[in-house]
Structure formats: structure tokens, C-alpha cells
């Protein structure tokens, strides 16, 4: 039997923006989705990889394991530093290493904001785009999509036109899966204000690298003299979500600087940067990985039109789908199949579902589940 704490006293301690967040949804627990479903679960709310890790990061790890894990990691992540500087062609003074690209966006909201200041991100977006400014009392500003998911520039323009000090912009885009194309990323760039710091967010970019229509966004930055960085991750196509490694190339030496200052010393474990060092090296897994979710996305959106219900094209390993229904009461019904998904709530999206694509076996029993909860009606 638990003891009976004391009543808590520390509710107005809290920061206002703080006790007004929205907060951030990392999908249904497994556990208890598989006390409900009596079953195995499937589980397509993160848009992690389903087909593991390289043999390279097992041997990796084993190695650092077996040297003993009593010292601290190193604190700069030199050599991942380096082994990421050299693929990309960068120097390795202009890396930041960070837990999950995400431990990034929070880093650059520390350094950069003052309460008070705009941000611009995208509608429908990933939440933190959100969430971290707002802790530090900024103001964000979310630029819709058009109605068949494109890219507003018209929008951007007029968002960017109001003098924002922090700019965040996803491509491809999460929870979409659209591309931003070359030609509309370089007039975005262009109306961005040289005061302001261009965030530019390429965690699914390994998926979207075999679109034609997809810009290289370092290649687009790295000769412009103004502030930008650009985020990556090892979560996705390289299969390393447990791990929580991401990386950050930045226009200039300053920005690193104050990222140091503001990141905790050993923000980024032994084991993970090893583990990065080798995936980062072996590109035939990555390849693998990267076709074949492809071939997945491409017949699971077939099927999903096929059944009349509407899917964006996504050039990412996850699909957002109109179910023509509340999602969350859609995502609770695919919880008694044992299925996991992100029911997406924001504003304007509440019928949508984002859904990661898993092993084609575990896909057909989504769609199967999906079409056949959507053709009830009585949601």
C-alpha cells in the first residue's frame, strides 16, 4: 500500500506559460493497448523503423558495452561530430549533437528567445515547433497548408512580412508527409528575414531524398550569409529511436556556441553516438531501409484510396489519413485490434490519423482494421 502523501501546495509556483501548455502526445501505451486487445499490438503512432537497426550499431554498441559504461561520455561528441562533418562535406565546428534532433529545437528556443518574440511554423505541425517557444513566452504564429495540402508561400510570405525571431519549417513535413519543393524552399528562404534564425527541420529527409521534387536543404543554405540551421536525426530511417540521437549543421560558429552554453554537458550517451557512427557508415542498410518503406507507402496508399478514403502523398514512412471521423474515437476503436496510432487534435485535422507504416504484414492487418472501422458509421 502506497503512503499518503501530503496535498500539493507548488500549483502557483508554476509559470503561467507553463501551466498553459498543451501537452505533447507520444501515443497510447502499449501495455495497456495490449490489456485491451487481448492480443499482440501493432504499434504506427511514432514513425519509428520496423526493420531495425544496422549490424554495424549491434557490433558497435556491444563493443562500448563491453568496455564498461562507470565514465561519462564524451561531452562534445567529437568523433560523431567529425564522422557526420566529414559525410556532409561541413567543418566539424559547425555540428551540434543533441538527444534526438528535438533536444535541439528545445536548445535553440533557450538561446535565441525572449518572451515576447514570434515564431513561425507550420499548420498542421509537429507540436514542439509549438511547444518550446511557448515555454519561453514566445508568440507562434502556424501558417496553414492549402487545401490540398500544399504549400501556402502566399501564406509564409504575409507570416514572415510580421518580423519573426525564430522560423521553423519541417520538410518534408510532419504529420503531412508533403514535400516542399526546391523552388518554393528557395522563395521561402528568400522572404525570411535576415534578423531571424531559419530552422529547418529534415528529420524524415533520408525518406524524402529519392523524391525529385525534394531540395538538399544544406545544399540550399550552406553558401547564404545569414542564420540558419539545419536538424537531423538518427530516430528514423536509421533506426535509432531508443538511442536519441540528432545533429545540427549551423551557418556559423556563434549559434554552436550558444548551444553549448545552453545544452547540459552529456546530453548525448556513449553507446548512441557509437551507435550513430556505425549506422552513419553503412549505406547499404540505409538504402534497404528506405526502399522498401517506400514500396510499403506506395501500395498502403493505394489500398487506402482504394477503400474511398483520402491520404496525402507523403514522401516520408507515415501517412495522414481523413477518416471521415473523430480520430480519437477511431483511434480507440483500432486499439481493441491492437493497433497504435497519433489521433491528431489540432484545430481544422480532427478526423485525421497519422499512421507509420510497419512490415507489410503488420500494414494489412491496419488496413484492414482502418477500412473496415471507417465503413461503420455509427463512430
Known amino acids: 500500500m502506497n503512503p499518503v502523501l501530503a496535498p500539493a501546495t507548488s500549483a502557483p509556483l508554476i509559470r503561467g506559460e507553463v501551466a498553459g501548455l498543451p ?21 504506427l503512432s511514432n514513425n519509428e523503423s520496423p526493420y531495425g537497426v544496422s549490424p554495424a550499431v549491434t557490433d558497435a554498441v556491444r563493443r562500448t558495452l563491453a568496455g564498461g559504461v562507470s565514465r561519462y561520455p564524451d561531452p562534445t561528441g567529437k568523433r560523431l561530430a567529425e564522422a557526420v562533418a566529414t559525410t556532409l562535406d561541413v567543418p566539424a565546428g559547425h555540428i ?40 519561453m513566452g514566445a508568440r507562434v504564429t502556424k501558417v496553414p497548408v492549402t487545401d490540398d495540402f500544399g504549400f501556402d508561400l502566399a501564406a509564409w510570405r504575409d507570416a514572415l512580412a510580421a518580423g519573426p525571431k525564430l522560423v521553423f519549417l519541417a520538410n518534408p513535413c510532419n504529420p503531412t508527409g508533403a514535400v516542399i519543393g526546391a523552388g518554393e524552399l528557395e522563395q521561402v528562404v528568400a522572404a525570411v528575414p ?19 521534387a525534394y531540395p538538399d536543404g544544406l545544399e540550399a543554405l550552406r553558401r547564404l550569409d545569414r542564420p540558419w540551421i539545419v536538424l537531423r536525426t538518427f530516430s528514423k530511417a536509421y533506426g535509432l529511436a531508443a538511442f536519441r540521437v540528432g545533429y545540427g549543421i549551423a551557418s ?4 554552436i556556441q550558444a548551444l553549448d552554453r545552453v545544452r547540459t ?4 550517451n556513449q553507446p548512441a553516438q557509437d551507435a550513430a557512427i556505425a549506422a552513419l557508415g553503412d549505406h547499404e542498410h ?11 507507402i506506395a501500395r498502403v496508399t493505394d489500398r487506402l484510396r482504394g477503400a474511398g478514403l483520402r491520404v496525402v502523398p507523403s514522401a516520408t514512412n507515415f501517412l495522414f489519413i481523413d477518416t471521415g471521423h473523430r480520430s480519437d474515437r477511431v483511434a ?46 455509427t463512430l
Not at 501495455?31 to 504499434?43: C, F, Y
Not at 535541439?104 to 511554423?121: H, K, S
Not at 540505409?286 to 510499403?296: I, K
Open 286 to 296: 540505409l538504402a534497404g531501409t528506405v526502399r522498401r518503406t517506400g514500396l510499403e
Open 96 to 135: 551540434v549533437l543533441g538527444n534526438g534532433s528535438e533536444n535541439i529545437l528545445e536548445l535553440l528556443c533557450q538561446a535565441v528567445l525572449d518572451p515576447g518574440d514570434l515564431v513561425v511554423t507550420q499548420a498542421p505541425g509537429f507540436a514542439l515547433h509549438e511547444i518550446f517557444p511557448r515555454v
Open 265 to 268: 554537458p552529456y546530453n548525448v
Open 194 to 212: 535576415e534578423s531571424a534564425l531559419l530552422v529547418l527541420d529534415e528529420a524524415y529527409g533520408e525518406f524524402a531524398r529519392t523524391d525529385p
Open 332 to 377: 480507440r476503436e483500432l486499439h481493441r485490434a491492437g493497433i497504435i496510432v497519433k489521433a491528431w487534435r489540432e484545430p481544422g485535422y480532427e478526423t485525421y490519423i497519422r499512421a507509420s507504416l510497419s512490415t507489410p504484414d503488420e500494414n494489412d492487418v491496419f488496413v484492414r482494421c482502418l477500412t473496415e472501422i471507417c465503413a461503420k458509421g
Open 23 to 43: 501537452l505533447y502526445d507520444p501515443g497510447a501505451d502499449p501495455d495497456e493497448v495490449a490489456a485491451l486487445s487481448g492480443g499482440r499490438v501493432i504499434k
Open 252 to 255: 556559423d560558429t556563434a549559434l
